[in-house]
């Protein structure tokens, strides 16, 4: 599919409704969006990158309206090298609180000057998902929380079927 092309990038361990709700409200924006799931081999993740994509893809597919329209790919090393080799220009972020701020400020100041050409644009969170992140759907889980009103029917469960192996 051709069109103006967006990545959106993270670590999405795991994957909440907060991130597909930006995914979904950038297809306004946006023909495509290309999910790019970070590898940072220095970050200990609950779910290893293998997971962490086939997780995303699996989402897109059953919460995303026009899934053809999402394609997931792994991603490591620089953001604005992944980007700008992907043939696009445009980098989609969530913006949260305030406290968010601070840090993606700083982030788009350096990736604008590491790549001029590349613009970061930003969508606030939805109220009702701006509470919320990975770390702390971590958090909920590992002490056995519900977690359903968070996460995607489809990620529920290997998100607690992992923190069962881990307490073994
Ligand atoms: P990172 O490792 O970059 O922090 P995350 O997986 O936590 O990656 O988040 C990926 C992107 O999704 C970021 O742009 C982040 O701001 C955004 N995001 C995270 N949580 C939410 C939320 N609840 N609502 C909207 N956007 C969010």
Known sequence: MKGRLAVYLGTFDPVHLGHLDIISRGLKAFDRILVGVGNNPDKKTLLNLEERVGLMEKVVREVITEPH??????????????VKDSGSSVMLRGLRTTSDMDYEFTMSLANMSLDPDIETLFLMAKDI??????????????????????LPPGAVEIVYKRYKELAK
């Open 129 to 150: 998902y701006s509470h919320l992140s990975s770390s702390l759907l971590r958090q909920i889980a590992s002490f056995g929380g519900d977690m359903s009103k968070f």
């Open 69 to 82: 329209r999402v394609e997931v790919k792994p991603f490591s090393g620089l953001a604005v090298h992944f």
